[in-house]
């Protein structure tokens, strides 16, 4: 079974600044895909980013970027310039390349708050 | 931009009553999913359903639940006889592959009393 983890339930930075959200997985699967989920006060689960295990490299989308390490099962989120609007729960989320239907596996969240 | 949508958005309902929680996924999708996170909680996965049947369920989904895809566009999870630990919020997602990013509707909170 796969686990995800994320070890910071809660994040600052301030607006303009560059904030980096850390995520660990673990599965004994080679092929799967990785992704980071922003729950704002709404509670909607809005996806933000997609990494496939066999790119090499990394994901970006505007101002978010992720780091993404296979050997060290790692996969991080960086949210650069950040705004007010960035103030969520972000969860980390892995889903594997195999099967009918994905499921995801989700992480813990880590809550970020955006200051002035 | 299409979007899944769900309703209600908030059900309230007494223990040993039966809901219907009620889903429309993006329209070209053809993997539909529901997911709940309790309060505080992180997101767990509920069941996956594709050409009309279930694909894979969670421990958590026991028999008092079930899904059903009425029609070309509902996508409904039935709970028959609720209990507190049900109380949560339930989020259905749909995707085009089953391997596809998964969109997610707003959710439905649901409050067992």
């Known amino acids: 079974a796969q686990t995800v983890t994320q070890s910071q339930p809660e994040m600052s930075v301030q607006e303009a600044e560059t904030v980096t959200l850390s995520c660990t997985y673990d599965t004994s699967e080679s092929d799967y895909y990785l992704f980071w989920y922003k729950q704002p006060p709404s509670r909607q689960m809005i996806l933000v980013i997609r990494q496939e295990a066999y790119k090499q490299q990394n994901a970006t989308e505007n101002r978010f970027s992720v780091n993404f390490q296979k050997a060290a099962k790692s996969f991080s989120l960086k949210i650069s310039d950040s705004q007010l609007g960035d103030a969520a729960m972000y969860f980390c989320a892995l889903t594997l390349n195999t099967g009918t239907a994905s499921k995801l596996t989700f992480g813990t969240g880590t809550r970020l708050q955006v200051t002035l | 931009e299409p979007e899944v949508t769900q309703t209600p958005s908030h059900q309230v309902t007494q223990m040993g009553q039966e809901v219907i929680l009620r889903c429309v996924p993006i329209?070209?999708?053809?993997?539909f999913y529901w997911y709940r996170q309790i309060l505080g909680q992180k997101v767990e996965f509920l069941v996956s359903f594709y050409n009309n049947e279930i694909s894979e369920k969670s421990e958590i989904f026991d028999d008092q639940f079930s899904v059903e895809r009425p029609d070309g566009s509902n996508f409904t999870l039935k709970i028959r006889s609720t209990k507190l630990e049900d109380s949560a919020m339930y989020f259905c997602?749909?995707?085009?592959?089953?391997?596809?990013?998964?969109?997610f509707g707003p959710g439905t909170r649901l409050t067992v009393t």
């Open positions: 329209s070209n999708h053809l993997y």
């Open positions: 997602a749909s995707s085009v592959t089953g391997r596809s990013e998964q969109y």
